[in-house]
Structures are given as C-alpha cells and as structure tokens.
C-alpha cells in the first residue's frame, strides 16, 4: 500500500489490510476517490473503489465473481464490503455497487495478486475493466515492483489494454 501511495498521494484509502482487520479503515476524504483492497469471507482478497466512477458509485474489481454475462446473476458480498466503504467514505446516503467486469482468474490462488493489480491500475489512472493481465508472469512482475520498489513497473510488464467495458450490478 505504502508504494501504491507513492504513485497515487491524493487518493483515499490505500491502508494497512491488516491493520484494518482489526479497527477498521480509517476515514478519508479524497475528491479523486479512494482505492482499498479488503478481505473478504477470511479467504478472498477484491478492490474497491471509486475513483474511475466521479464518486458516484464504488466499484468492485473481483477476479474470482464467476458470473455467468449470459445470465441475469446479482452477486452477494458479505456486509463487511459495505462497512468499510462506509468507513472510508463516510458517504451522506447510501452507496451504490456496481461490480465490474474484470478479468477473471484461472485457478483458485491469485486473487490477491489480481486484487495488487486492480489498485495498482486505479493507482496510476487506467481501468482494471479495460485491461488483461498475462496470469503466468504476474508472480515474477509483482517481485520485482517490489524489489525496484515501483509499483507502476508491475501493471507496465504484466498487463495490456483491451477495450472491452461492462459491469455488473449488485
């Protein structure tokens, strides 16, 4: 998160997940929107944001929905999403979801990986929508972002812009 921020420093959001396990996000105000990856169910890892979207909705970049496009499917989150949106956002109304047609995941294992991806992307102002991302090298890409500590090598090396663009609601 720490080099996510160096890329993005007027987005909200970006905090520890760990420490947010256990006293929740910390409020925010950003007016570029904020950019979270959370937990979800103890063993799946999606982004949330809102910042491709004016503030208007938040966005649920998810590589392991398994939605059916070919079926009228709504997919169901726990209601600790909704909570740290709200804890994020302290928005004045309710929030609307749309969850967003992101590349889907091939194996049960890499959802944190994708969810890095996700916010990396939002980071540096591209859509997670639009993009693809080459599964078997973002392992290796993600290291070395690390090593190099530049987070903007990651989504450069291991992803292309498609230009495909659909959601789902929630």
Same mark, same amino acid.
């Given at each position: 998160?720490?080099?996510? !921020?160096?890329?993005?420093?007027?987005?909200?959001?970006?905090?520890?997940?760990?420490?947010?396990?256990?006293?929740?996000?910390?409020?925010?105000? $950003?007016?570029?929107?904020?950019?979270?990856?959370?937990?979800?169910?103890?063993?799946?890892?999606?982004?949330?944001?809102?910042?491709?979207?004016? !503030?208007?909705?938040?966005?649920?970049?998810?590589?392991?929905?398994?939605?059916?496009?070919?079926?009228?499917?709504?997919?169901?989150?726990?209601?600790?999403?909704?909570?740290?949106?709200?804890?994020?956002?302290?928005?004045?109304? &309710?929030?609307?979801?749309?969850?967003?047609?992101?590349?889907?995941? &091939?194996?049960?294992?890499?959802?944190?990986?994708?969810?890095?991806?996700?916010?990396?992307?939002?980071?540096?102002?591209?859509?997670?929508? !639009? &993009?693809?991302?080459?599964?078997?090298?973002? !392992?290796? &890409?993600?290291?070395?972002?690390?090593?190099?500590?530049?987070?903007?090598?990651?989504?450069?090396?291991?992803?292309?812009?498609?230009?495909?663009?659909?959601?789902? $609601?929630?």
């Amino acid at each position: 998160m720490k080099l996510m !921020r160096k890329i993005a420093p007027n987005f909200a959001g970006l905090a520890d997940v760990i420490l947010a396990k256990k006293d929740g996000f910390p409020p925010s105000l $950003s007016i570029d929107g904020f950019v979270q990856i959370v937990n979800v169910r103890g063993n799946h890892w999606i982004t949330l944001s809102n910042a491709q979207n004016l !503030r208007v909705e938040v966005s649920i970049y998810d590589s392991l929905h398994g939605v059916d496009k070919n079926k009228d499917t709504k997919i169901r989150y726990p209601i600790s999403v909704e909570q740290s949106v709200c804890q994020i956002m302290q928005p004045p109304k &309710e929030v609307t979801f749309l969850v967003d047609d992101v590349q889907q995941q &091939e194996g049960g294992n890499d959802c944190g990986l994708f969810a890095i991806a996700f916010a990396t992307l939002l980071c540096v102002g591209r859509d997670p929508a !639009r &993009e693809r991302f080459d599964q078997k090298i973002m !392992r290796q &890409e993600l290291l070395k972002s690390f090593e190099e500590e530049d987070m903007a090598l990651f989504v450069e090396k291991a992803c292309s812009t498609s230009k495909k663009r659909h959601g789902y $609601s929630l």
